[in-house]
């Protein structure tokens, strides 16, 4: 008879959804950090290849699921460490990524004449309303290896807000070049880095300062920190990314994306966020097994 005790009790408290949360993003490490952006890399690029059928290619509800899946760990991870104020500084930025998308999109500033060539669900003003899943985690995940990186050198601002605010711009080095080569969005314009412009990466300056301030000025860094070390998995999906637009640039030829994505993966290593246990395959859940 199967073991069906994991579905027996509801979490009743935030205390007790967390720790609920926590098991399950354990138990399936490798499905959620490796095979999703293994398989999404997979799905997308056979999407811009014209390999899948219409109902498969681009489908905006597989991104979107894959997309928050992906962002589990981060979500798990930081849930605890959150109070009023933190909720505060995310509802805050939520309603500037959306502010600075609208002005983006409509009047070509701060990043250059862009618009989205491929649908990523519901829209508001042409504005996906998924943005917030896709932007905040990249300042997130940004934030929390500079904490690690640093170490007691992030307990001076005028060294950890630069360094987190290159450190999102880099992400993005890594991410326009390959949702570029997706099609995902499209600068009519073409730009000098696998067709993204310049200016696409001054206005990411602009948005990344505003966003770090935010997030650094509303989150408990202590508590940050505190749960960073208890955390194995705070960071996993920092590792999915590197995987998937990794392995997406790598098909294009974006190497120069491909390097700055292999030298957040040797960030990892230095954190002990990328090791080995990742890639383990997860042994079958209780409930799978026979008494």
Same mark, same amino acid.
């Given at each position: 008879?199967?073991?069906?005790?994991?579905?027996?009790?509801?979490?009743?408290?935030?205390?007790?959804?967390?720790?609920?949360?926590?098991?399950?993003?354990?138990?399936?490490?490798?499905?959620?950090?490796?095979?999703?952006?293994?398989?999404?890399?997979?799905?997308?690029?056979?999407?811009?290849?014209?390999?899948?059928?219409?109902?498969?290619?681009?489908?905006?509800?597989?991104?979107?699921?894959?997309?928050?899946?992906?962002?589990?760990?981060?979500?798990?991870?930081?849930?605890?460490?959150?109070?009023?104020?933190?909720?505060?500084?995310?509802?805050?930025?939520?309603?500037?990524?959306?502010?600075?998308?609208?002005?983006?999109?409509?009047?070509?500033?701060?990043?250059?004449?862009?618009?989205?060539?491929?649908?990523?669900?519901?829209?508001?003003?042409?504005?996906?309303?998924?943005?917030?899943?896709?932007?905040?985690?990249?300042?997130?995940?940004?934030?929390?290896?500079?904490?690690?990186?640093?170490?007691?050198?992030?307990?001076?601002?005028?060294?950890?807000?630069?360094?987190?605010?290159?450190?999102?711009?880099?992400?993005?080095?890594?991410?326009?070049?390959?949702?570029?080569?997706?099609?995902?969005?499209?600068?009519?314009?073409?730009?000098?880095?696998?067709?993204?412009?310049?200016?696409?990466?001054?206005?990411? *300056?602009?948005? $990344?300062?505003?966003?770090? #301030?935010? /997030?650094? %000025? @509303?989150?408990?860094?202590?508590?940050? !920190?505190? =749960? +960073?070390?208890?955390?194995?998995?705070?960071?996993?999906?920092?590792?999915?990314?590197?995987?998937?637009?990794?392995?997406?640039?790598?098909?294009?030829?974006?190497?120069?994306? *491909?390097?700055? $994505?292999?030298?957040?993966? #040797?960030? /990892?290593? %230095? @954190?002990?966020?990328?090791?080995?246990? !990742?890639? =383990? +395959?997860?042994?079958?859940?209780?409930?799978?097994?026979?008494?």
């Amino acid at each position: 008879m199967a073991d069906l005790t994991a579905f027996e009790s509801v979490p009743e408290t935030r205390r007790e959804a967390e720790a609920w949360l926590d098991r399950l993003i354990r138990e399936n490490r490798f499905t959620v950090s490796v095979f999703f952006p293994l398989n999404g890399a997979v799905l997308l690029v056979a999407s811009a290849m014209g390999w899948l059928p219409d109902p498969l290619s681009f489908n905006p509800l597989l991104v979107l699921f894959g997309t928050v899946v992906m962002r589990a760990p981060l979500v798990a991870g930081v849930v605890p460490t959150m109070g009023k104020k933190a909720l505060a500084g995310v509802l805050a930025l939520v309603g500037y990524a959306y502010a600075i998308e609208y002005v983006g999109v409509h009047t070509a500033w701060p990043y250059g004449e862009f618009y989205y060539g491929v649908e990523l669900g519901p829209t508001l003003g042409g504005i996906p309303l998924a943005l917030p899943v896709f932007f905040l985690p990249l300042v997130m995940n940004a934030y929390l290896l500079c904490l690690l990186l640093l170490g007691s050198r992030a307990d001076r601002m005028a060294v950890r807000l630069p360094a987190v605010i290159a450190t999102v711009l880099l992400m993005d080095v890594v991410l326009d070049p390959g949702a570029v080569a997706l099609g995902f969005w499209v600068y009519p314009g073409g730009g000098a880095f696998y067709g993204v412009p310049l200016s696409n990466y001054a206005g990411w *300056v602009l948005s $990344a300062t505003v966003a770090v #301030v935010v /997030l650094d %000025r @509303t989150f408990d860094r202590g508590g940050l !920190l505190a =749960r +960073l070390s208890s955390c194995e998995f705070m960071l996993d999906d920092l590792v999915s990314f590197v995987i998937l637009w990794g392995g997406i640039n790598a098909w294009f030829g974006n190497w120069a994306a *491909v390097a700055v $994505a292999a030298a957040f993966g #040797v960030g /990892l290593v %230095r @954190t002990e966020r990328f090791d080995s246990r !990742l890639f =383990r +395959l997860p042994s079958p859940p209780t409930w799978w097994r026979s008494e």
